[in-house]
C-alpha cells in the first residue's frame, strides 16, 4: 500500500472522529490494508463508543501486538477487559502498562499524535479499580494512597474521593482514554498530500522602460547609509528571550522548550553555540541560534514581578551569604534520618518481581497472601489519619485519643523516636502548616483536628527551630533549585517557616528541616498568625 494513501484514509478516518461519525471513521480504517498500532487503537476507541467491546478488544490486541510497548494501549485495554468481568487479564494488563512506562511519572503522546498524557497515577487508580471488583478493598485502598503521594504535585481530589468510595466499598468506574482522543497524522504530511505549482506563471515585476514585455529588472540601487541598519531597542538589552521553534532536549543538560516560550538567559554562548538559560525553574542549555530577544514591559524604570510564562524575575540584589547566627550556643548540626522501612510501591504492594520473559501471573487470592496486617478500615467513632513523611502511612484512632498517644503510634509506625518527631496539620482552607499543641493542654484529642472522619498531619524527624522564633510563614510559588550551600531549596506548594529577613529581596527561612536563604519573590504570604506553640 502506498504511504501517501496510507495518509489520506487516515486523515479521513480522523476527520470522521471529528465530526462524531463513528461508523464511517471504521469504515476508512477497515480500507487501510496495512494498519499500524496507532491506526487499530483509533478503530478501538471507534469500537468502544459503539459498545462494541470484543471487537475494541480485538483492535487493541492487534494494537499491542504491533507495538510491544505502547503503555497507553494496555491502559485503555485494562479498562475494556474490566467492562468484561475479565478482572485477572485486566490486573496483568495494569502491572505491564506501569513497566513500560519505564519508572516515568508521565509519558506524553503528543510527539506520536495522540493529544494525551499517561500519568502513572491513572494506572494505579485503574489497577485499584479492579481490586474493588474482586472485594480486597484493603489493597485497593493501599494502592489509592500511592496513586495519591505521586499526584501530590497535580490539582484535583480524585484521588480523595475514590479513597472516600472505598472505605464505603464502593466500586470505582476505570478511567479511560477520551472518545475523541485519537492518533492524528502530522499536519506536515498531509499537507504534502496536495499537488502544488511551486514555480507558477511568470509575470513582469519591474522594467525601465516603458510598457515593456520583456521580465527584466531595473539597475541595482545605491545604497543608502544606515539603510540596512535594524532598529535597536529596549528588549535587546533584556536577558529575556523568546523560542522562535520548538526545541527537543537531544544531549545531557539540555531543555525541551516548545516555541514562543520565554526564558531567561543565564549565561553565554559556548564554543558549541549553546547557552545557559533557565526555563519553568529548570536550568540547562539551549541554541543560541533559536533565541530572539524578548519585548519585556518596563514601569518606571523598573522590571515587573512577572513575566507571562510565570518565571519570577530575578533579584536584583546579589546573593547574600549565610547570615551568623547570634546566639552563643552553636547550632545543631542538621541530620538527616532516613527510615530504613522502605515506602510501599506498586510493586511490593501488587505482585512479586517477574522474570523478564515470564508473562504476568495474578490470581484473585494473591493480594490477601502478600497483605501484612497494615491499616485497618475507618469503623464508627473512630478516624483515619494520615501522616505525609518521607513516605505516606494511614494509621485508625478513636476520636477520644489524647494528642501524645497518637504521637507515640505514629512514631512506632515510623521506627523512629517520639522525642525527634515533630507534627502539624492545616486549617481548612489555608496552605500555612500548623503546630499541633499536646503538651500545653493534655486533654486535647485527635478529633479537635478531625473532619469527616479524617485527618490529615505533616511529620519531620528533627527540629532544628528549637532556639529560632518563626516570624510568619509563606507558601511557595514556584520551584527553587538551590544555587549554592547556603539556599534554601523547596518546591511548589511548600510551607516556609521565615526566621529572618536578609533585605528587600532575600529572606531566610526553614523547609523540610533545612534553613537558608532564598528570593522573596518565589512565595507569597497568607494572612494567618502561626505561634510558636509547644508540639507534640
Known sequence: MLYTEFLRLWDEAVQAVDAKDWHGALAKLEEISEPTSRTLFNAASAHLVLGQLAQALKAL???IAKDARLAVGFFQRAAVMMQMDRLEEALSDCIWAQKHMRGNMVIDYRQLGLRFKLYSWQVLYNAAAVYCRMGQWEQAKEILLTASQERRGSRGGNIEVALDRVLREEVLAPLLVPEDVVFRPRKQDVEQLQQRDFLGKSKVITSMIP??????????????????????????????????IPYMARGPGQLTVPGGATVFLFGEEDRDGM??????????LLPISLLEPADVKMSKGKKENRVPNGIPLPPGLKPPTRPQSQLSLAAPSQVRFISDTPPPSYTTATHSPLAASEPPKYPANAASDQHDGGVKGAEAGSVVVKVHYTYTVALSFPLDT????????????????????????????????????????????VQEVAEAGRATLWCQTEDPLANRPILYQMVALYDYNAQGPEDLEFSEGDTIDILGEVNEEWLEGHCAGNIGIFPSCFAYSEN??????PEI
Open 61 to 63: 490486541d492487534l494494537a
Open 528 to 533: 494567618v498568625n502561626i505561634s510558636q506553640s
Open 275 to 284: 547557552a545557559t538559560v533557565i526555563y519553568d525553574g529548570q536550568r540547562g
Open 402 to 445: 489524647p494528642y501524645l498517644e497518637v504521637k507515640e503510634q505514629i512514631a512506632q509506625k515510623l521506627g523512629q523516636p517520639a522525642s525527634q518527631l515533630r507534627l502539624r496539620y492545616k486549617q481548612h482552607g489555608s496552605r500555612v502548616l500548623i503546630p499541633l499543641g499536646g503538651e500545653v493542654e493534655p486533654s486535647c484529642t
Open 211 to 244: 510598457n515593456d514585455d520583456f521580465g527584466g529588472f531595473e539597475p541595482l540601487r545605491m545604497q543608502k547609509p544606515g539603510f540596512y541598519e535594524p532598529k535597536v531597542d529596549g528588549a535587546q538589552y533584556s536577558r529575556y528571550m523568546r523560542m522562535r
